[in-house]
Every structure is written in C-alpha cells, then in structure tokens.
Nanobody, 126 residues
Framework: QVQLVESGGGLVQAGGSLRLSCSVSGRTFSTTAMAWFRQAPGKEREFVATISGSSSSTYYADSLKGRFTISRDNAKNTVYLQMNSLRSEDTAVYYC???????????????????WGRGTQVTVSS
C-alpha cells in the first residue's frame, strides 16, 4: 500500500519561505514521478510542480516559476517543495501526489496521479 505523508506546513509572513516534505512508502520511489498540488478554500485543486523519478525532468505551474522549487532525495524516499517569497494567495492546503510511472505527464493534472497524501496547511499572513 502506497502511503504519502506531508510535513512542513505552517504559518509564515508574506515574503518568507517554507519547505514542505513528503515521505513515501510502499512503492519503489525512484520509479515514481511525484508532484505537489494545492487547494485554497472554495477553489479547485491546482497543479504546482512535478518531478520525474530520476529528477531529470521538472515542470511547474507558470505562475509559480522562479519562486517554488521541487526536488527529491531517492535515498530518503522524500520529495520536497521549497517555497520562497510567499504571498497571501499561496495560502492553501498543499498535497503530495504520486503516479505509477517514472516520467512526468505532458499536461500534469489531478487525473495523472493515483496516490495522494492528506495535505499540509500553509498559511501566509500579509
């Protein structure tokens, strides 16, 4: 059974930084592309970033390029999301997701990822 557990969320002031972590078990991590999504109150879950199993490919939502960085440590079965220059509009529950393929999809969306964590709350105060 694949399990994903997020951590690292919290309250931060605008302009600050946070690093989210997602620990994965139950699947060979290096063959699993990973992603981060987020969902703000009253809004649909939206794509943030994705990374291939070998870290050779990454892809970001256009609006987040330059502020957010996805990375992974296959030795630790963990994927990270470094978030810098945070804004109030980044406030959301952030979800880690995994798919049963090592490559990233051409148009990443919720439907491309079959395994999900429970999420971690990120609140940015202005």
């Amino acid at each position: 059974q694949v399990q994903l557990v997020e951590s690292g969320g919290g309250l931060v002031q605008a302009g600050g930084s946070l690093r989210l972590s997602c620990s994965v078990s139950g699947r060979t991590f290096s063959t699993t592309a990973m992603a981060w999504f987020r969902q703000a109150p009253g809004k649909e879950r939206e794509f943030v970033a994705t990374i291939s199993g070998s870290s050779s490919s990454t892809y970001y939502a256009d609006s987040l390029k330059g502020r957010f960085t996805i990375s992974r440590d296959n030795a630790k079965n963990t994927v990270y999301l470094q978030m810098n220059s945070l804004r109030s509009e980044d406030t959301a529950v952030y979800y880690c997701a995994a798919r049963t393929a090592h490559w990233i999809p051409s148009n990443p969306g919720v439907k491309n990822y079959g395994y999900w964590g429970r999420g971690t709350q990120v609140t940015v105060s202005s």
